[in-house]
């Protein structure tokens, strides 16, 4: 049995705690595709200073963010339907 992953996701930014929040159901829609991607974890502090003025780190001036080769992309539901239409 062989698992290739796949890589179009390249990181995924979210907030720091692990098992809750927006950012848990992307992280696991990805690892469950198989993605390969890098998890960037952030503070509130660290996102009120340094990502969320900046509408190329967060879009929609929220997290989780997904960006891809196609684009950058806000909401976890955009990481869920991009695992899911390219699985």
Known sequence: L??????????????????????????AALRYAKFDYESERVSFP???????GNPERAPLGSLPVLKTAEGT?????????????TN
């Open 2 to 27: 062989t698992i290739k992953t796949k890589v179009a996701p390249t990181k995924l930014t979210y907030f720091a705690p692990l098992t809750t929040g927006r950012g848990f159901s992307a992280r």
């Open 73 to 85: 992309f806000g909401k976890q539901s955009i990481a869920m339907r991009h695992a899911g239409r």
């Open 46 to 52: 660290e996102f009120g200073s340094d990502i969320k």
